[in-house]
């Protein structure tokens, strides 16, 4: 069993799945480190869902290399991201710009969340609905079913 | 218990506090009608999956691509300022390319304006049996293994089409194949506007 260790360890980190090649990669280490970095700040154009670290579409591999060509050649982070999107607009920013069009994405939840709190709110202040007293009849009707229930067995 | 009931407990709700009822059901419809919009714009075509392009009016990349081994000269940027030109990404693993073929080979045909190919991710053995196989349409084609080019033009899939003007600006991007309904009207009556 112990010797089983090692695979179930190598079985959790391969969770994270990504999908540069070896051959792709810098042999810099902090410059590899930045290349994913930027990677990941990427939206894949043909995927729409993954990143272009996480993407094995041919043009997310092909947008991998020129993000390490880019690095090479001395651009910034920030360069690199600003490059693809003038060609492919704000939708390859993973992370959507703070903007007009965007507001409702980054206070959605927040707006959702106020309401939900409000209604809570409201319904704790009012003391809530099952403060009501029952009727004498219902009384009645409750006791005759606890003694049903009572003779039952 | 409490004792302090109000009396109206036992009445209907007074008519001010409904709206917390009738708020979820706003919001639905609400919702039902953006749905019911996305998906009639699906039905009329509206491609929700497309990127909008930003590269629309203005200054097209550079580039420096090589000729198809045995096919003319490279395509370079350089060479093609001053003329009106459509420029197409292709490739001989696009199906869609397939589809799109004749439609190409109609435009060259029409003189109205020349078209340079990009074959895009290509083996250039295969590239040019696509060309000798169904005619060949383009003027010059250059080669772009690395998508370096394709990625300058923001390009997401084969084939996608370009018209560039005299100024070397992009006017006009075709995502998908050219329709004869894109090229009659809308591409051929912008290349004779952009000839002027």
């Given amino acids: ?87 492919y607009g704000d939708y390859v920013r993973l992370q959507p710009r703070f903007m007009s069009s965007t507001l409702i994405l980054w ?19 009012r003391g809530g609905d099952a403060a009501e007293p029952l009727t004498p009849e219902e009384e009645a009707a409750l006791a005759s079913l606890n003694d049903s229930g009572e003779k039952a067995p | 218990m409490t004792e302090t009931v109000p009396s109206s407990a036992q009445s209907p709700a007074p008519r001010g506090k409904r709206w917390p009822y009738v708020l979820p059901l706003v919001i639905l419809l609400a919702l039902g009608g953006i749905f019911a919009k996305r998906l009639l714009d699906v039905e009329n075509g509206v491609d929700p999956s497309l990127i909008p392009t930003v590269l629309l ?28 030109f459509l420029i197409n990404f292709w490739g001989s693993w696009c199906i869609a390319c397939a589809a799109e073929h004749a439609m190409l080979l109609d435009i060259a045909a029409s003189g109205d304006a020349p078209i340079h190919g990009v074959d895009w991710r290509d083996e250039p053995a295969l590239g040019l049996k696509w060309l000798t196989q169904r005619g060949d349409p383009y003027a010059k084609v250059g ?54």
């Fill in chain 2, 57 to 84: 009016n203005t200054p097209m990349p550079s580039f420096d691509l090589p000729a198809l081994p045995g096919r003319g000269e490279a395509l370079k940027s350089d060479d093609l300022k001053g003329q009106v």
């Fill in chain 1, 107 to 125: 206070f959605g939840p927040l707006i959702f969340l106020l309401l939900g709190g409000l209604a809570v709110a409201s319904r704790l202040k």
């Fill in chain 1, 1 to 87: 069993m112990k010797r089983l260790i090692p695979l179930f360890a190598a079985l959790l980190i391969s969770g994270a799945a990504f999908a540069v090649e070896p051959s792709e990669m810098l042999k810099d280490p902090a410059l590899e480190a930045r290349a994913r970095e930027v990677s990941k700040q990427i939206r894949c154009v043909q995927c729409q869902n993954e990143t272009i670290d996480e993407s094995h579409a041919e043009i997310a591999r092909d947008m991998r290399v020129l993000v390490r060509e880019r690095i090479l050649a001395g651009d910034s982070n920030e360069q690199i991201v600003g490059y693809m999107v003038d060609r």
């Fill in chain 2, 143 to 196: 080669q772009d293994p690395q998508s370096k080019t394709a990625i300058a033009f923001g390009v997401v899939a084969a084939p996608e089409t370009f018209l560039i003007d005299k100024q070397g600006v992009i006017r006009y991007k075709q995502t998908g194949p050219i329709t004869q309904e894109d090229w009659h009207k809308k591409i051929q009556p912008l290349i004779a506007q952009l000839k002027k």
